[in-house]
């Protein structure tokens, strides 16, 4: 069998999470490639909203096994939370939940650096989520960090504090007050946590998984536009967040990927600093933000709202090799007279189809086409034969463009308003 992978077009919080859950029946294994806490992976079902930061989001159906990667990175504290959260629900953590031994770590320290590193930048901060994902990728490329393999071995607290010792020089230099014996305690027991779980070498796991003929879904986090390398840098995380990533995050040899399943909202959605083309800083921008309730899943910041925006879309399925197309949150544009799409960008008084080095207001200017609105809601359809006919033109326009079929329209956040074309 192949690994499908479902991964973010845009700046991450395309819905991801609820797509993950709504795919898991058809799937034996889910896994998370990268990313860590920072990312905030919404599910709705019987009413209830949970949110997973780190966990896969396949790990409410009984049947299947969720694996975080060696391309991921862990917060014990914030994982054991994501825990503790899912015992009410009565989720067997212990046999559907696999950490790859190669997992990076995050350190009280990795978090302290990332608050101290975006108070220097003043106004040029990233607006990262302050989870500490940065420092923490640092030290995994500058081959420092701590991995899930070593909390077992015996000089592991060594080994913690010899790392703590160089970031105490780093928060010195960024004149960066703070009281680490404060946050330790919490972190250790989080250790004791990861201790409990089945640690794996996921790569092996996985790849004997395939020879049996299992399905796997690779779950992605973040989006394309904040991939390290081809997102909006230095406004980006510090992964690789696209298909690629998902080989070196999971073990999987690249003619082992099977379906790329490319997730974009049917607008256009930022949270943190950085240039966003299709921006709009008036009463549209509020409308949308209001009507998609557009608040981080992680940090609770108010999302920056705009049209979709096609170069930047084209780009991302290009990168990807995007297979299949699934548009969200169409019920959130019902009510707009007009919608606008972004069809190119004026650079230089020049049309430009391609997506430029430079994306800030300065150097591109969005050309819009504009579409009819519906006034139906959506929320309540069932059946992708029962969409207003302007959300149908909406739709193969994008197909036309993009010349990738949108197999699923979302509705809303539940699970049943999911509709497939
Ligand atoms: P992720 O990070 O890609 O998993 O996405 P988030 O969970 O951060 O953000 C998506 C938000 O939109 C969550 O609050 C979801 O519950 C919600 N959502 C997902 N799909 C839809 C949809 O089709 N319509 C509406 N109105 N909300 C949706
Ligand atoms: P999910 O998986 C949206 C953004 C941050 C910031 C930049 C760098 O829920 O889609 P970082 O903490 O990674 O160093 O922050 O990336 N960012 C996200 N934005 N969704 C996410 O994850 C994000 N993860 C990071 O806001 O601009
Ligand atoms: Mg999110």
Redo the contacts with the bound molecule.
């Keep these: 069998m192949k690994v499908d992978v479902l991964l973010?077009l845009q700046w991450?919080?395309?819905?991801?999470?609820?797509?993950?859950d709504v795919f898991t029946p058809k799937y034996n294994i889910i896994g998370r490639f990268q990313g860590g806490p920072n990312?905030?992976?919404?599910?709705?079902f019987n009413g209830i909203?949970h949110?997973?930061h780190t966990i896969p989001?396949g790990i409410f159906h009984a049947n299947s096994i969720n694996i975080v990667g060696n391309g991921v990175v862990i917060d014990p504290v914030i994982f054991k939370k994501e825990i503790d959260a899912l015992k009410k629900y009565n989720v067997d953590v212990q046999s559907r939940l696999l950490l790859s031994k190669k997992a990076h770590l995050i350190l009280p320290t990795h978090r302290l650096i990332d608050a101290a590193s975006e108070a220097a930048k003043g106004n040029a901060k990233i607006g990262s989520t302050l989870k500490g994902i940065g420092p923490t990728y640092m030290d995994k490329t500058g081959r420092n960090g701590l991995r899930v393999g070593d909390i077992n071995d015996p000089n592991f607290k060594e080994k913690y504090n010899f790392l703590i010792l160089k970031h105490a020089q780093i928060l010195e230099f960024l004149h960066y007050e703070y009281n680490l014996e404060a946050l330790e305690p919490d972190w250790f027991e989080g250790i004791e946590l990861l201790k409990k779980l089945k640690h794996i070498d996921s790569e092996q796991y996985l790849n004997d998984a395939l020879l049996q003929d299992k399905s796997v879904l690779a779950e992605g986090?973040?989006?394309s536009l904040l991939d390290i390398d081809f997102g909006s840098y230095p406004f980006v995380t510090s992964s690789n967040t696209i298909c690629a990533g998902a080989c070196t995050g999971l073990g999987i040899a690249p003619n082992r990927i099977g379906k790329v399943f490319g997730?974009f909202?049917a607008y256009c959605t930022r949270v943190g600093s950085g240039p966003f083309p299709t921006e709009l800083l008036e009463e549209t921008g509020e409308q949308l933000r209001k009507?998609?309730?557009?608040f981080?899943?992680?940090t609770g910041r108010p999302r920056r709202c705009g049209w979709l925006d096609l170069p930047a879309l084209k780009y991302a399925i290009m990168i990807n090799g995007v297979t299949e197309l699934i548009m969200?949150?169409?019920?959130?544009l019902s009510g707009f007279e007009k919608i606008k799409i972004c069809t190119q960008y004026e650079v230089k008084g020049q049309a430009v189809d391609n997506f430029p080095f430079d994306i800030s207001p300065e150097y591109v200017k969005p050309i819009y086409k504009e579409f009819k609105g519906w006034g139906q809601d959506l929320?309540s359809v069932t059946s992708a034969s029962d969409m207003p006919t302007e959300l149908v033109d909406y739709i193969l326009f994008l197909e036309k463009q993009l010349q990738i079929p949108i197999t699923i329209?979302?509705?809303?956040?539940d699970r049943t308003?999911?509709l497939f074309r």
Aim: cysteine-free.
């Design positions: 973010g991450g919080d395309e819905g991801k999470g609820k797509i993950v990312a905030g992976h919404t599910l709705e909203k949110v997973l989001s986090a973040q989006g997730i909202k009507t998609g309730k557009e981080g899943s992680t969200m949150k169409a019920d959130v929320t329209v979302s509705v809303g956040p308003q999911t």
